[in-house]
């Protein structure tokens, strides 16, 4: 750990957040691509660099990484440039995600949220069409591990991921969703729903598609993420409530079905996905399921003793290295 920011979840986890503030622009040789998905909603994929020009050696054939950002977060996060550069350094090809509403105009009423896992099928046809039979493995930071999660129950053996890794995501929404409303947690719970309201209902005012779906005035006084959930996040996405948009969205019950080798990074003193949260029991019982429980960490806050990579991406690449020089296992 790094002696003065990890000696507290709380402090390397506002550290953390402080330096995924300030976007990077797309640098030279990246590609922001645009898809307008069967809905007309429209994402983008951000392409760290053209798989075609690399000059470098891949890891067992051509293999791309789909990267999935956090909540408030996109391709240009800090964190999530970094980890496309540890990607590209270890011969992999990585792609990142912006979900509804980040990088592009709403155009559509659902927003980018925690049922984003349901666009990957078409964002993973986009990418068999430009590059017909890659490897393709994904990793999720925060949210984004979630979703990821939901998605590999969803499709079980069908998933079409090589192998995938989680950085602090939720592994039970609902458990997740509860403990951020404990007393200790209501200030991270405030500030999350207080960047996420500003982001979200600036694009939405100026979405009519979406603005006409929402109570701009309660929108605007809601507090804590449960209620932003309520009466936006529900509303434009078709839930009835905030309740059964995280019990639909939850990926602890599909667990069991996961076959695609999956690592978990988690820290036990994360204040925002609480390590009292992982249902570690469903975990130990699925083989392709690993738990990595670091006792420092925070919330994305492995922070390098210097300038150089974070552990969490160093640990991150290592397994997709791995996994890379070796056959996907059966279901069986």
Not at 220 to 234: I, K, N
């Amino acid at each position: 750990p790094h002696p003065f920011v990890e000696f507290s979840g709380v402090v390397s986890t506002i550290f953390s957040g402080l330096g995924a503030a300030k976007l990077r622009p797309v640098a030279p040789g990246q590609q922001l691509e645009p898809l307008t998905l069967a809905d007309g909603g429209t994402v983008s994929l951000h392409w760290a660099e053209p798989p075609e020009a690399s000059a470098q050696k891949n890891v067992g054939g051509l293999h791309i990484i789909l990267v999935l950002p956090g909540l408030n977060n996109s391709s240009r996060t800090p964190f999530v440039q970094g980890a496309l550069s540890q990607l590209r350094s270890c011969g992999f090809h990585g792609v990142a995600l912006n979900y509804r509403g980040v990088e592009d105009p709403l155009t559509s009423p659902p927003i980018g949220c925690l049922d984003s896992w349901k666009d990957f099928p078409e964002v993973l046809t986009r990418i068999y069409e430009r590059y017909p039979q890659p490897k393709i493995s994904a990793i999720g930071f925060s949210m984004g591990g979630g979703m990821l999660l939901k998605f590999l129950g969803e499709h079980g053996d069908k998933a079409p991921f090589h192998a995938a890794v989680t950085i602090s995501g939720p592994i039970d929404t609902v458990a997740t969703a509860a403990d951020l409303e404990r007393g200790g947690k209501i200030p991270f719970n405030y500030i999350m729903t207080q960047t996420a309201k500003v982001l979200l209902l600036n694009k939405v005012r100026k979405a009519p598609v979406c603005r006409e779906n929402i109570h701009l005035g309660r929108a605007l006084s809601v507090l804590l993420l449960r209620q932003l959930d309520h009466h936006v996040t529900a509303r434009l996405n078709g839930y009835e409530s905030a309740e059964d948009y995280y019990a639909s969205n939850n990926p602890e019950p599909l667990l069991h079905r996961i076959t695609v080798p999956t690592l978990m990074l988690h820290a036990k003193d994360d204040p925002v996905v609480g390590s009292r949260t992982l249902p570690r029991e469903t975990i130990r019982r699925n083989p392709r399921l690993l738990l990595a429980l670091t006792r420092r960490g925070g919330h994305l806050g492995w922070v390098p003793r210097s300038s150089g990579v974070p552990w969490s991406d160093r640990v991150m690449s290592s397994f997709l290295v791995a996994w890379a020089q070796r056959p996907r296992p059966s279901s069986d």
